[in-house]
């Protein structure tokens, strides 16, 4: 993409240049894949805040708010303890700070699995207070209704199958999915089930890779694989895992800069300049003028 993206520092948006570009829309995204098969596949990132909103809008189609800012900005142990509040705080924030990628915010556990008219509410709140394109949600047939509900209702919906962080403590852990012919076929199916109900994209996260080749072809929406396959209808990453914030990362990241020691040189570089008092130097201090 040749626009070039300049952030206005009176509104934090990032405006494009030259020409301003309209935001991709969830039936723009959905009609990707016609037919079974996707041309163009469909790039996804998290965004967490408005400055690397701004920074991944350009190269993206999706970005997403993941509920993983509870480990990745918060320190949290995993994504249960994440709250609506936090969620729709960080969303509005992507929103501000893009302007081409549709933005997607999840919905954090206990927010929506309760009944179709407790995720209306709670993805009420989000759409209304972050302006975001649509929400995702983890779980298969069992949210299917939900999804059904929140779709009828005006609420674009992104399903998440495979392994489902926020099902941690019944999964009891993070390992690839889909291992046995009995959990591949129930991941088939749930995917398939969230597709009827009217999903626009879904998640295929930590699966063996024969299995999101199958979830690719069975099901007509877009399949946006993490730890899946090439042969999905799009990919995301968590970005900080991608830009090598972090020394642990799942199998499936692949790491595209090493953003760690860069931080902790540059921190170090600064700490021996205040200590040798060489900072700052005469280009950072003001001085009388003459
Ligand atoms: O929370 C998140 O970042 C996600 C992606 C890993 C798909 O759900």
Request: aromatic share 6%; net charge neutral; glycine share 10%.
């Amino acid at each position: 993409m040749s626009t070039t993206f300049q952030l206005d520092t009176a509104t934090s948006r990032a405006n494009p240049t030259p020409a301003p570009m309209k935001r991709l829309t969830i039936p723009a995204l959905r009609q990707r894949k016609v037919d079974g098969a996707t041309t163009q596949p469909i790039v996804m990132l998290t965004a967490y805040t408005a400055r690397q909103a701004q920074l991944l809008d350009a190269h993206c189609d999706m970005l997403l708010v993941g509920d993983s800012l509870g480990q990745v900005i918060y320190g949290l142990p995993s994504s249960v303890p994440v709250t609506l509040d936090m969620m729709i705080a960080h969303g509005a924030a992507v929103v501000r700070g893009s302007w081409h990628a549709a933005v997607i915010v999840d919905m954090p556990f206990g927010t929506y699995e309760a009944s179709p008219t407790q995720a209306f509410e709670s993805a009420a709140r989000v759409l209304k207070e972050t302006g975001c394109a649509g929400i995702k949600l983890e779980g298969g047939l069992a949210m299917a209704e939900t999804v059904a509900f929140l779709s009828a209702r005006g609420i674009p919906v992104m399903g998440h199958v495979g392994l489902t962080p926020q099902a941690v403590n019944t999964l009891g852990g993070y390992g690839a999915r889909g291992r046995s012919a009995a959990e591949a076929a129930k991941i088939v199916a749930d995917a398939q089930s969230l597709a009827e109900a009217g999903a626009f994209a879904i998640v295929v996260e930590g699966v063996i890779e024969p299995l999101a080749i199958a979830v690719t072809k069975a099901v007509p929406c877009p399949i946006i694989g993490i730890g899946g396959s090439a042969q999905c209808d799009g990919q995301v990453l968590v970005t900080e895992d991608m830009l090598g914030m972090f020394d642990r990362v799942p199998r499936f990241v692949k790491r595209y800069e090493d953003i760690a020691t860069v931080i902790s040189g540059a921190a170090a570089r600064y700490a021996a300049e205040v200590r040798d008092r060489s900072f700052p130097g005469l280009e950072q201090t003001y001085q009388p003028k003459s």
